[in-house]
């Protein structure tokens, strides 16, 4: 079955810096990769996704990337603020709701101001 | 977005009994419902696929019996902790994928077992 490494765990930033979170898959047949922010005691809340068609994605200060053939897609913050702050998870599955997501193990962001 | 509820919030119990946590996909139809399990400062781990009108999948190491899931309708999915222990105490979370595959999250059930 998928395997999702993440890296790091914890990532400690100033206020305006930029934050790359690292994930690997070993399932060559994922093709949705979707980035998910939880704020402690609450929620994954989806921040972005990717599918395989697709090598760059962005949404303001937040994009990602994605490289098929080597198995791994990062998470990139720009400008970074203090609210950016949260646990971070990848996730790597097939693209239909029938499909389990799994996870990455989790990067907790902390952005100082 | 999609939104998923969940029902209860918190739960507090004596061990021994029961918990039914509902999970409620409540603008569109899922016919599969995932069950997470999340420890403090770790990551999500699913526990079973839950699907309308069939027995549910489960991941290895979890007990279908002591984890009961029950998807009745395209928009409810219920798990129910039988004989709660405190190493059951843990936030439940359950999540459903819409038509485009996007996976939501419901609010999560903190579950404490005394």
């Known amino acids: 079955g998928e395997n999702v490494e993440q890296h790091p765990s914890t990532l400690s930033v100033q206020e305006g810096d930029s934050a790359v979170i690292k994930c690997t898959y070993s399932d060559s047949a994922s093709n949705y990769f979707p980035w998910y922010k939880q704020e402690l005691g609450k929620r994954p809340q989806l921040i972005i996704d990717?599918?395989?068609?697709?090598g760059e994605k962005k949404d303001q200060r937040i994009a990602v990337t994605l490289n098929k053939t080597a198995k791994h897609f990062s998470l990139h913050i720009t400008e970074t603020q203090p609210e950016d702050s949260a646990v971070y998870f990848c996730a790597a599955s097939g693209d239909t709701g029938f499909q389990k997501l799994v996870f990455g193990t989790g990067t907790r962001l902390l952005v100082s101001p | 977005g999609a939104v998923v509820s969940q029902h209860p919030s918190r739960v507090i119990c004596k061990s021994g009994t029961s918990v039914k946590i509902e999970c409620r996909s409540l603008?569109?139809?899922?016919?599969?419902m995932f069950w997470y399990r999340q420890f403090p400062k770790q990551s999500l781990m699913l526990m079973a696929t839950?699907?309308?009108?069939?027995?549910?999948?489960?991941e290895q190491g979890v007990e279908k019996d002591k984890f009961l899931i029950n998807h009745a309708s395209l928009t409810l999915s219920t798990l129910t902790v039988t004989s709660a222990h405190p190493e059951d105490s843990s936030f439940y979370i359950c999540?459903?994928?819409?038509?485009?595959?996007?996976?939501?999250f419901g609010p999560g059930t903190r579950l404490t077992v005394l």
């Open positions: 603008d569109f139809q899922a016919t599969t």
């Open positions: 999540s459903a994928r819409d038509e485009a595959g996007v996976g939501f």
């Open positions: 990717i599918r395989s068609n697709v």
């Open positions: 839950s699907n309308e009108g069939s027995k549910a999948t489960y």
